[in-house]
C-alpha cells in the first residue's frame, strides 16, 4: 500500500508526468502491453469507472482503484501478469510487464470507436 502511494506521489510531484501518457484502443481481439517500472506507480486510466477488474496474480502487483483509474505497482522486480478490465459491456485484456527501460507512467485507454460519427436513421 505504501508502495503505490509513493509511487502516485512521484507521478504527482513530476513535471512531465502527463506530457508521456501513452494512448492504447480497448480492443477485445488484443493485447495490449502496460510496461510497470519497479518501485514507481503507473495510472491506467479508463473514460468511465471500470464495472469489474480480474488480476491474474494478486501476489505480483499492488492495485487501487481510484474513480476511473486503476493504480499499479510491481511487487517484485521481475513481475509479469494479466490483467481484463470490463466496462462497457466490454473486456480489455492487458498484459502487465516490469521494465526498467521502457515503462508507462500513465496509460489512457480508449475505445477504437469513440471517434466514429453515429447517425440516427428514421424510417
Same mark, same amino acid.
Given at each position: 500500500m505504501m508502495r503505490i502511494i509513493l509511487g502516485l506521489l512521484s507521478l504527482a510531484i513530476s513535471p512531465v508526468a502527463f506530457a508521456d501518457a501513452r494512448v492504447v484502443k480497448c480492443d477485445e481481439s488484443k493485447v495490449a502491453t502496460?510496461?510497470?517500472?519497479p518501485?514507481?506507480? #503507473?495510472?491506467?486510466?479508463?473514460? &468511465?469507472?471500470?464495472?469489474? &477488474?480480474?488480476?491474474g496474480s494478486t501476489k505480483q502487483f499492488g492495485v487501487e482503484y481510484i474513480k476511473n483509474d486503476i493504480?499499479? #505497482?510491481?511487487?517484485?522486480?521481475?513481475?509479469? #501478469?494479466?490483467?481484463? &478490465?470490463?466496462?462497457?459491456?466490454?473486456?480489455?485484456?492487458?498484459?502487465l510487464t516490469t521494465s526498467s527501460g521502457r515503462y508507462d507512467s500513465i496509460v489512457k485507454v480508449r475505445d477504437p470507436d469513440e471517434n466514429k460519427i453515429k447517425v440516427k436513421i428514421n424510417d
Open positions: 502496460i510496461y510497470i517500472r518501485n514507481f506507480g #503507473t495510472i491506467i486510466n479508463f473514460p &468511465v469507472k471500470p464495472d469489474n &477488474v480480474l488480476l493504480a499499479l #505497482t510491481a511487487l517484485s522486480s521481475n513481475a509479469n #501478469t494479466n490483467m481484463f &478490465v470490463y466496462l462497457f459491456g466490454r473486456r480489455c485484456a492487458f498484459l
